[in-house]
């Protein structure tokens, strides 16, 4: 019997259904969420629906136990592959105090946890860029074998700290993988609007590192593109700059009214490809996936957040009085 895809890839039947169940346990925590700002209940959604595909199979290249992942506000199916629980990401949204990312001061999608080696992420957009290319620097002075992994969108890429964070890592030949995940739109913006070259992977080049442009609803194309940067990364080659390509299938944000600048043909048009679909028929088409399995994996994972759900919507938010907490030095003996 010929090989299938993912195992020619080196994959398991194993690997592949934890990258579905990733992208399945995303797009259904974010599909909760939804409602739940729906009944006003949560102030804020930014959405990963249609990127799933991307963010699981990148995360399952990486070292989830010594590498560091600076994601940017769409990206929860990264952090849930590098270990942030539904519950933690509830707590975030219902901004209760025990949140990990900031203690419930910081809008949901300002992801960070020090136990995982998720990079704390600004407001202003862009800004891990840098912070990536900084971390990578580290690992190469202390002979570290931990490589450093940071995505953001394609309008971030025509931002100042994109081009210099790349040309920082690239003169130095850090360990570290830019993925842009271009998802046609910044806000209301539209592609051919925001840059003049064909892809943003043709900056590359400019910055003396590879470049490559992968399918973002094909899990595994972009499993092989990061896993090949992987590698040239821990032996000391340097960057590399994979662009992702998929549809934002959501508006920007739970504030956004994506009518105004895109038709609901061209959004229709978009989900026929969705990547939960379209993976989930290569896996039964591999006879990996069987509708008892994606059944178990379904309940499971409603399980899992109806729990998350109702422990944060019950758990205490923040005391007023830490306020100030990790914002100014405590003197004296304090």
Same mark, same amino acid.
């Given at each position: 019997m010929a090989a299938t895809r993912h195992e020619r890839l080196g994959l398991s039947d194993k690997d592949v259904l934890s990258i579905y169940e990733t992208m399945l346990l995303a797009r259904k925590i974010d599909e909760r969420?939804?409602?739940?700002?729906?009944?006003?209940?949560?102030?804020?959604?930014?959405?990963?629906?249609? $990127?799933?595909?991307?963010? =699981? %199979?990148? #995360? /399952? *290249?990486?070292?989830? &136990?010594?590498?560091?992942?600076?994601?940017?506000?769409?990206?929860?199916g990264i952090v849930l592959a590098f270990g942030m629980t539904?519950?933690?990401?509830?707590?975030?949204?219902?901004?209760?105090?025990d949140d990990p990312n900031s203690g419930g001061r910081q809008m949901p999608g300002?992801?960070?946890?020090?136990?995982?080696?998720?990079?704390?992420?600004?407001?202003?957009?862009?800004? $891990?860029?840098?912070?990536? =290319? %900084?971390? #990578? /620097? *580290?690992?190469?002075? &202390?002979?570290?074998?931990f490589v450093t992994f940071v995505t953001f969108g394609e309008g971030s890429a025509n931002q100042g700290d994109f081009h210099e964070g790349l040309n920082f890592a690239g003169v130095h030949k850090l360990p570290v993988i830019f993925m842009c995940e271009n998802n046609q739109y910044a806000i209301s913006v539209p592609a051919e609007k925001q840059y003049a070259c064909e892809k943003i992977?043709?900056?590359?080049?400019?910055?003396?590192?590879? %470049?490559?442009?992968?399918?973002?609803?094909?899990?595994?194309?972009?499993?092989?593109?990061v896993k090949d940067a992987s590698d040239r990364a821990r032996s000391g080659e340097g960057p590399t700059l994979i662009e992702t390509m998929f549809y934002r299938l959501t508006p920007h944000s739970s504030d956004d009214d994506d009518s105004t600048y895109r038709t609901k043909e061209e959004v229709a048009e978009a989900r026929e490809k969705d990547p939960l679909v379209t993976f989930a028929a290569y896996l039964r088409e591999a006879n990996v996936l069987t509708?008892?399995?994606?059944?178990?994996?379904?309940?499971?994972?409603?399980?899992?957040?109806?729990?998350?759900?109702?422990?944060?919507?019950?758990?205490?938010y923040a005391a007023p009085e830490s306020t100030l907490d990790h914002v100014y030095a405590k003197g004296g003996d304090e």
């Open positions: 969420l939804w409602l739940l700002n729906r009944a006003g209940k949560i102030p804020f959604v930014v959405s990963c629906q249609g $990127q799933e595909a991307a963010q =699981a %199979g990148a #995360a /399952l *290249a990486l070292n989830r &136990e010594e590498d560091y992942v600076l994601p940017y506000y769409r990206d929860l539904a519950t933690e990401v509830m707590l975030a949204s219902f901004a209760r105090a300002h992801f960070g946890q020090k136990k995982n080696r998720i990079v704390t992420s600004s407001s202003p957009v862009t800004t $891990q860029v840098p912070h990536a =290319a %900084g971390i #990578a /620097l *580290a690992a190469k002075m &202390e002979n570290k074998n992977s043709d900056r590359a080049a400019g910055y003396g590192m590879p %470049g490559v442009t992968v399918d973002g609803n094909d899990p595994l194309a972009v499993y092989e593109a509708e008892e399995k994606e059944q178990d994996m379904l309940d499971s994972i409603k399980t899992t957040i109806d729990e998350a759900t109702e422990a944060a919507e019950q758990a205490p």
